[in-house]
């Protein structure tokens, strides 16, 4: 048994360190080579176990004809809840960010924050739910 730990170990160590590059080449490549598109906002859900923010946000966008979903999450404001974000969002459109060479893990430019990570400006109609978003 002790044989089996020495070696499985360092095996789940270079796995959890390839996922690891991969995720940072992924964003890499996001940041670096995106293009935009259009997403609607489909559902609000909590956001999952030990997940930053209060609520999800899920859309989905397409991509040459393919559909992709993901999801942003984020935080309340003071005295917001979900059944509001939910009227405030749901069925709604917003800039997407994706990877010109791997379309899927898109990101929602809901608020100019996110907008800012790739040197887009929101469109007025957009900055209306980033005031509310960010608690402005």
């Known amino acids: 048994m002790k044989k089996l730990d020495k070696i499985f170990g360092p095996i789940i160590a270079v796995f959890l360190i390839i996922g690891v590059i991969y995720a940072f080449y992924k964003s890499d490549q996001l940041h670096h080579n995106y293009a935009f598109a259009v997403g609607t906002v489909t559902e609000i859900t909590p956001s999952g176990y030990e997940n930053f923010g209060d609520y999800s946000v899920l859309y989905e966008y397409k991509v040459n004809g393919q559909t992709y979903r ?38 929602l430019l809901l608020t100019q924050d996110h907008a800012d990570q790739f040197k887009y400006t929101l469109p007025d ?8 978003l960010t608690c402005k």
């Open 125 to 132: 109609s957009v900055k209306y739910y980033d005031s509310i």
């Open 70 to 107: 993901d999801n942003n999450n984020l935080k309340y404001c003071s005295g917001q809840n979900m059944a509001q974000i939910k009227v405030l969002l749901i069925g709604k459109q917003f800039p997407v960010a994706y990877g010109t060479k791997d379309a899927s893990g898109g990101v």
